[in-house]
Structure formats: C-alpha cells, structure tokens
C-alpha cells in the first residue's frame, strides 16, 4: 500500500491535502505490469484510473484497422485511464507498458464517488485534469501546424486538386 509521502509524488495527488489522500488511499491497489503488456485497450470499457509509478507506458490510438500512432507517454508520476471520471464508457486509446513497470489502479465509479462526496477535492482533481487536456491539446496542435508547414507542398497539392 502506498504512502501519503509516495501519493505526494504523483502529480495529480500532489494538489490534495493529507485529508484528502488518505480517503483515496483505500482505494488503490498496485499492480506490476511486464514490458510489452497491454494494460487496456481502446473501445474497453474505462473502469479505472491507474497512475505509473515506476517504468514507462504509452497511449496510442488507432489511425485505421492497420496503423497505431502513440498519442502520448506516460512517465512515472502520470494518472492516465481519466475516461473512467470523465464520463466516458470507454478508454480513447490503448495504454501499453514500454518497459516493466508498477501501477497503482483506482477503480474509475469509485473514485468519481469520492470526488462527488468533496466538492473541493472534485473541484481541485478536475481542475488539474482540464488544465492537463489543454497542455496536451496546445501541443498535439503546434505538432499538426509543424507537420502540415513541413509538409506544405501536400497541402497546397491538395487544395490544386480541387
């Protein structure tokens, strides 16, 4: 079981008080996790929450029914799974480990209970989770603009096809 010292190392419990981790506390469990294991898959039902504490994982998404792109890695530290609080029946993307690596896992209804229950601590978790989405969001976007200026001859043949 994991310490409040260890839940303060994480970045999205590093927002909550003693008070609050130790009612997140009973919810967790570790699990270990072997390199080149699928911890869930896209379009699986979002049940849970996990949090890497130790080794490397990625997120990636399906581009079609034979390409995969990683959408994001996950570095210990990071919650990921956010499907299963956010409102969503399923997981958006597909989270493999990299390398052998140790989870904690919270079961997705039960934390969102918790969340409910505090007003405050619900505030401060959504809090962080918006502001992580639009990080992500302002990178994947500078990322398609880089792309699409290297590429512009694409771009441009594209619109002289019309």
């Known amino acids: 079981m994991p310490s409040l010292a260890q839940m ?27 390199a080149e294991q699928e911890i869930f898959c896209e379009g699986d039902p979002a049940d849970a929450v996990y949090v890497l504490v130790k080794g490397k994982a990625l ?16 570095d210990p530290g990071d919650a990921f799974g956010w499907s299963a609080i956010l409102g969503r029946c399923i997981y958006s993307a597909t989270a493999t480990c ?15 209970d918790l969340l409910n229950e505090d007003p405050v601590m619900g505030h401060k978790v959504m809090e962080f989770l918006a502001q992580t989405l639009n990080e992500r969001l302002e990178k994947r976007t500078t990322q398609l603009f880089k ?9 441009c043949g594209l619109e002289g096809a019309n």
Do not use: F, Q
């Open 147 to 155: 792309t699409l200026l290297e590429h512009i001859e694409m771009v």
């Open 98 to 112: 990299v390398e052998e690596s140790l989870l904690w896992r919270m079961p997705g209804k039960a934390l969102l």
């Open 8 to 34: 303060k190392n994480i970045r999205m419990m590093s927002i909550l008080s003693d008070d609050m981790l130790n009612r997140i506390l009973p919810l967790i469990t570790e699990e270990s996790y072997a």
């Open 59 to 74: 997120l990636n998404k399906s581009a079609s029914n034979s390409v995969c792109v990683a959408v994001s890695a996950v």
